[in-house]
Nanobody, 119 residues
Framework: QVQLVESGGGLVQAGGSRRLSCVAS????????MGWYRQAPGKQREFVAS???????SHADSVKGRFTISRDNAKNTLYLQMNRLKPENTGVYSC?????????????WGQGTQVTVSS
């Protein structure tokens, strides 16, 4: 079992910056991949960025050059630094963790944090 708690969302003007945090607890040693996803009203949840246990990073094409995923292992915390924000980046950002225990893969989600980008 893994518990994830996101924070850092809020209202920001277009062109501004925001940093999201996700604190993980529980069986952290079992986590293989962590990532950020965004869901706008009436739209499907979409991939934003991910980082593997080994440090391999991936960003969605739509955010490359503006968003950066990172982690602080000592604090069990995942971050998403968002720069040059656009109105289309508005949505609920959720933290995801994929674990492997006893050869079983499981996926966990945080409660999400709202990011609203105004024009």
């Amino acid at each position: 079992q893994v518990q994830l708690v996101e924070s850092g969302g809020g209202l920001v003007q277009a062109g501004g910056s925001r940093r999201l945090s996700c604190v993980a607890s529980g069986n952290i040693a079992s986590i293989n991949v962590m990532g950020w996803y965004r869901q706008a009203p009436g739209k499907q949840r979409e991939f934003v960025a991910s980082i593997t246990r080994g440090g391999t990073i991936s960003h969605a094409d739509s955010v490359k050059g503006r968003f950066t995923i990172s982690r602080d292992n000592a604090k069990n915390t995942l971050y998403l630094q968002m720069n040059r924000l656009k109105p289309e980046n508005t949505g609920v950002y959720s933290c995801n963790a994929v674990t492997i225990t006893m050869a079983t893969q499981s996926s966990y989600w945080g409660q999400g944090t709202q990011v609203t980008v105004s024009s």
